[in-house]
C-alpha cells in the first residue's frame, strides 16, 4: 500500500519546538519533492515547506528562520522541525509527494497537484 504517514504532532507550549516526520511505506520518497501544509481551523490549507529531491529547501514567509525541512532517503522520511512556536502556527499538519521536474521553481511545489497526501497530525500551541 503507497501511503504517506505523519507523526510528531502534540500540544506545546509557545515558543516551543516540536519535530514531524513523514515516513513512506510502498514507494521510494528519493525521486519526489516533498511539501508540508497545514490548515489551521476555519482557515484554507496553506503551504509550510517543500524540499526537493536533491535537498533544495524553499519557506513560507510566516514560518522562515523558525522551522527547517530536511530528509534522510535511507530512512525514507522527510523530517519538519519546528522552533519558536506560536499559537498561529495551530493546526493539522500534512505530508505530500510529487514527482516534479528539477525546471520547475520550487515555490511551486505548494501548487502543484501532489501524488500522494499523509493524514496529517495535530500541532497545538496554547498561548
Known amino acids: 500500500q503507497l501511503q504517506l504517514v505523519e507523526s510528531g504532532g502534540g500540544l506545546v507550549q509557545s515558543g516551543g519546538s516540536l519535530r514531524l516526520s513523514c515516513a513512506a511505506s510502498g514507494f521510494t520518497l528519493d525521486y519526489y519533492t516533498i511539501g508540508w501544509f497545514r490548515q489551521a481551523p476555519g482557515k484554507e490549507r496553506e503551504g509550510v515547506s517543500c524540499i526537493s529531491s536533491s535537498g533544495s529547501t524553499d519557506y513560507a514567509d510566516s514560518v522562515k528562520g523558525r522551522f527547517s525541512v530536511s530528509r534522510d532517503n535511507a530512512k525514507n522520511t522527510v523530517y519538519l522541525q519546528m522552533k519558536s512556536l506560536e499559537p498561529e502556527d495551530t493546526g493539522i499538519y500534512y505530508c505530500?509527494?510529487?514527482?516534479?521536474?528539477?525546471?520547475?521553481?520550487?515555490?511551486?511545489?505548494?501548487?502543484?497537484?501532489?501524488?500522494?497526501w499523509g493524514k496529517g497530525t495535530l500541532v497545538t500551541v496554547s498561548s
Open positions: 505530500a509527494a510529487v514527482r516534479m521536474s528539477t525546471l520547475v521553481p520550487l515555490r511551486a511545489c505548494y501548487y502543484y497537484r501532489m501524488d500522494y
